[in-house]
T-cell receptor, first 112, second 113 residues
Framework: DTEVTQTPKHLVMGMTNKKSLKCEQH?????MYWYKQKAKKPPELMFV???????INESVPSRFSPECPNSSLLNLHLHALQPEDSALYLC???????????FGQGTRLTVV | GEDVEQSLFLSVREGDSSVINCTYT??????LYWYKQEPGAGLQLLTY?????DMKQDQRLTVLLNKKDKHLSLRIADTQTGDSAIYFC?????????????FGKGTMLLVSP
């Protein structure tokens, strides 16, 4: 099983809304990642969690707030987003450091 | 700095071989990856190669690594219409300590019948 599950698949939200993206894996992976992919661009790293602790924040604005409640779950809380935040948000996980990363199908976010 | 370059587009006929090329700059990279992305979907890990290897073969896929020139290629044998997608080359630098991937811009592969 190499499955990373992301919900919802699609999300439309207003600029004053608060919403959350969810990511789940049951592969026993200890590192989890959030990437952002704009249209016709490659994914760009946002956050890295290792052993449920935030290890890397790539200078992401505070309107994006990650959370790792346990080793299988990774959330991304969204608040006061801008239309330019519309993108495909991809979650990934890897067994540990420097091992292959597996991606979910992503959440397509549209901010109106 | 880290930079991964790919050609943007490749068109082949069904049954032909496809070769997608990539160059990278970070000589400390431990893993080099190929991911496939179909329209509206996430990234599917196709294959990867350790930076101390020259070649890796996995069914229809062959990865070649030239460390001296920092050149990576993905060959798809007997290309099928279902192989049409965007292919991303990615490197994972050793000094990051995690599987933090730097992606190329992606190569769109179009397979015609």
């Amino acid at each position: 099983d190499t499955e990373v599950t992301q919900t919802p698949k699609h999300l439309v939200m207003g600029m004053t809304n608060k919403k959350s993206l969810k990511c789940e894996q049951h592969m026993g992976h200890r590192a989890m990642y959030w990437y952002k992919q704009k249209a016709k661009k490659p994914p760009e790293l946002m956050f890295v969690y290792s052993y449920e602790k935030l290890s890397i924040n790539e200078s992401v604005p505070s309107r994006f707030s990650p959370e790792c409640p346990n080793s299988s779950l990774l959330n991304l809380h969204l608040h006061a987003l801008q239309p330019e935040d519309s993108a495909l948000y991809l979650c990934a996980s890897s067994l540990d450091r420097n091992t292959e990363a597996f991606f979910g199908q992503g959440t397509r976010l549209t901010v109106v | 700095g880290e930079d991964v370059e790919q050609s943007l587009f490749l068109s082949v006929r069904e049954g032909d071989s496809s070769v997608i090329n990539c160059t990278y700059t970070d000589s400390s990279s431990t893993y080099l990856y190929w991911y496939k992305q179909e329209p509206g979907a996430g990234l599917q890990l196709l294959t990867y190669i350790f930076s101390n290897m020259d070649m890796k073969q996995d069914q229809r896929l062959t990865v070649l690594l030239n460390k001296k020139d920092k050149h990576l290629s993905l060959r798809i044998a007997d290309t099928q219409t279902g192989d049409s997608a965007i292919y991303f080359c990615a490197e994972s630098p050793m000094n990051s300590g995690y599987s933090t991937l730097t992606f190329g811009k992606g190569t769109m592969l179009l397979v015609s019948p």
